[in-house]
């Protein structure tokens, strides 16, 4: 039967499918809630770990600012400065005025008169004596280092090498807060020249880096001129040593330098654009609160704090800022840029927090997994069950049809035999057949249309019997050739009358099997009346009994008109009928071969067909072959 969309198969489609619609539309509502949720749970978070960075920062330059200004962490923290305001001006320490020294007047005299000698007169002897006296007749380390330096200059341009040095020794040795009028400490020169002497030994490189490394721990108080003479003086002797060891001190000292020289372009960057960072600080400054502007590019940018009370600029490297705020572990990666990101708001303008690009979609898979797994659950078992159902429904209702078709074929089978049985008898009653062997014939007619309503009475009933759960067979041995010879010999007559040629094939010692005789008799006379019944045009039966594997064979083979291959295996289901025309026209009820299924079943039994539509078909029963424990258990009544 074709199934074709009916008004209950709509119903039960629409009563599936709408509940599965909804679920899912609800399903999908709630990831779409899920993520606005989880979206705005992102943002909040964001927004807190800007409001930490912000605090965070905020707290630790105001720290570092009074402790710069109290005046205890200037040397802790080398890339911090400070610088008073003057006007719209910045002022670094060093470009306080240094106050005019009270020059002794005896040592004026020396020096002038020593310059005179030098540069003019160019009597370097004089030069050296009136020095001389100028280091004698100094009353601070300043003037005594600067009158050091004129003679150690002279004592050189006058061929006194041996003196010229030892004087830039003494000068080396002057502590790095005695400075020139640049601010330049004096021991820089001294170790300018010792690194420029012809041979310089290793002692001279030695107090030239011991130089260096005093002026340089003084960081960033030193004034540019300062930072840059030094730097130059590292450079020198980086080139001019050459053993590993004083190389690599000349080295660090280089990068120290190096690194002050970076601060101080910085340092005088930010003065030049302190009047435009000013106005920028005003605009946000909400009363004593310390402005803190971005100023440099990236790497370079310092944070320059300015307001509060004090008219006083203080100045911290951002990235070492940054670097000590501990990253907090949701987001990763935490950029402090001053373009791009989230702002980081008034107090710290032009700074922003740039999150790692990867965070953004930060979902809960799992949860979504879970709810999308319910679903697919929830939906799948909901669709299996209906199909399951579906499909029972539809059996019930081939089925059905199947049992009206049943009843009228059993009242068309009844009703053939029946006229057939009734005519000839009326005939033989009114005498009509005068002859014996006509009379004899129509006898015979009758005797094989009785049987044929008895064995569909027979399996009638068995089916009923069968569906209702109370037939039971009664298993002994008994010789299976025994039981096919006797299905022919019923068969027999009826197959000769109808023209059929019956061949029997059997191996000579067949083993017993366990049977109920009757009922395997009663599959046999199914499977030959089948034979006859689909033969077609062919009239050839064959029958045959071989035993092999602890096996016993019956087959059962016509030269009819074939099971089409798709069919075949269908064609043991109860009413079932081969849907084919030629298969349709003879009558037949569909239960023959589900009667010899179960018989052959309830044998321990197999049974298979073999079949080619035109060509004929085989049914081929298997039987185990009985052993001896079945016949005495049989003795003993175990196995009725
Ligand atoms: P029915 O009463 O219709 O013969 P069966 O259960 O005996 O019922 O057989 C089922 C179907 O199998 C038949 O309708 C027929 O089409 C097909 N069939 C059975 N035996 C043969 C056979 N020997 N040759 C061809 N078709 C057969």
Known sequence: MIFRPSRPALLFLAALGAPCVLLIGLTLRLLAQERELAEKRHADDRRRLVTDIRQDLISRVTRLRMDLLEGHAASASPIAFVARIEGDTLAFPWDARSAVADEAPGFVDAIRSGERGEFIQRAYADAVASYTAAVRAASTPVQR????????????????TDRAHSAYITLSRTPADVVDDQKVPLALYAARSLIDSQQLIASDATAAAAVLGTVLQRGSALNPSAIYMSRDVAAALVQRATDASPRATAMALRHQADTLADYAEQMLAVQSAFPAILARARARSAKDDVV???????????????GGREPVVTGFRLRTLVDSIPTTKRHGSVVVASSDGEPLGDALPGLAVRFNPADTLDQEPLQRGVLVGMLLLVVGVTLAGGYLFWRDTRREMRLAAMRAQFVSSVSHELRTPLTAIRMFAETLLLGRAARKDTRDDYLQTIVSESERLTRLLDNVLDFAKIEAGRKTYHLRPCSPADVVRSAASTMGDLLARNGFQLEIAMDEEVPLVLADRDALEQALLNLLSNAMKYSGRGRKIQLAVHSGNAQVAIDVADDGIGIPHAEQSRIFEKFYRVNDPEHASIPGTGLGLTLVAHVIAAHHGDIRVQSEAGRGTTFSIMLPAASADDAVAVETGALA
Do not use: N, Y
Not at 145 to 160: C, F, S, Y
Not at 292 to 306: C, E, K, R, Y
């Open 145 to 160: 280092a600067i009158a050091t330096l004129h003679l150690a200059r002279v004592l050189e341009k006058d061929g006194r």
């Open 292 to 306: 803190w502007v971005p100023f440099g590019q990236s790497d370079a940018t310092w944070l320059v704090g300015i």
